[in-house]
Antibody, heavy 125, light 112 residues
Framework: QVQLQESGPGLVKPSQTLSLTCTVSGGSISSNNSYWSWIRQPAGKALEWIGR???????NYNPSLKSRVNISLDTAKNQFFLNLTSVTAADTAIYYC?????????????????WGQGNLVSVSS | DIVLTQSPDSLAASLGERATINCKSS????????????LAWYQQKPGQPPKLLIYWASTRDSGVPDRFSGSGSGTDFTLTISSLQAEDVAVYYC????????FGQGTKVEIK
């Protein structure tokens, strides 16, 4: 069973860049049956998918965040990363890293999500 | 974006009672070439990440009790807990993966 663990600062100043790391254990980030994703949840609110990366390096982002988001990975360290630039208080949330199960039948889709425990990030001066 | 709207926002039922949650999609999530509905359900208990319960609208994930069932097709879906247990107190989310990923706003389930 793959396990995911987020790490990074719990407090970021407005206008700065939020950077988080997800360490994957119990499986390889190079697996072709997985997408690696970030999802966030503001307190008391619904889940918002931020984006994903596949081992090929291809990425998909939520259109509402695309201009500020970059997701990358490091196969040697079995880690992937989130950078979110120009943050405001609206970016305060629990940030989850996740594995989306990749399913291919013609096209490929993410079917089902396995989640890390989450990392609370507050944006405040 | 595909918008998912859940109803009700919260519900309270007695132990052993049936609980039903609805999810309506702004766009069909039925992929005609394989006749699969690209919709999942998650359970989130307080202080925990969500847990996958059901995918393809009606397929239970490994280890999920059979009191949880999913149904529906196209734009209208339902999650049913056939006999509510104390450990089922949680917020439940539907999610579509037909076009990237979006989630419903959540339904809070409590014991009456």
């Amino acid at each position: 069973q793959v396990q995911l663990q987020e790490s990074g600062p719990g407090l970021v100043k407005p206008s700065q860049t939020l950077s988080l790391t997800c360490t994957v254990s119990g499986g390889s980030i190079s697996s072709n049956n997985s997408y690696w994703s970030w999802i966030r949840q503001p307190a008391g609110k619904a889940l918002e998918w931020i984006g994903r990366i596949y081992i090929s390096g291809s990425t998909n982002y939520n259109p509402s965040l695309k201009s500020r988001v970059n997701i990358s990975l490091d196969t040697a360290k079995n880690q992937f990363f989130l950078n979110l630039t120009s943050v405001t208080a609206a970016d305060t949330a629990i940030y989850y890293c996740a594995r989306e199960r990749r399913f291919c039948e013609g096209d490929c889709y993410a079917v089902g999500i396995d989640w890390g425990q989450g990392n609370l990030v507050s944006v405040s001066s | 974006d595909i918008v998912l709207t859940q109803s009700p926002d919260s519900l309270a039922a007695s132990l052993g009672e049936r609980a039903t949650i609805n999810c309506k999609s702004s766009h069909s999530v039925l992929y005609s070439s394989n006749n699969k509905n690209y919709l999942a359900w998650y359970q989130q208990k307080p202080g925990q990440p969500p847990k996958l319960l059901i995918y393809w609208a009606s397929t239970r994930d490994s280890g999920v009790p059979d009191r949880f069932s999913g149904s529906g097709s196209g734009t209208d879906f339902t999650l049913t807990i056939s006999s509510l247990q104390a450990e089922d107190v949680a917020v439940y989310y539907c999610q579509q993966y037909y076009r990237t990923q979006t989630f419903g706003q959540g339904t809070k389930v409590e014991i009456k």
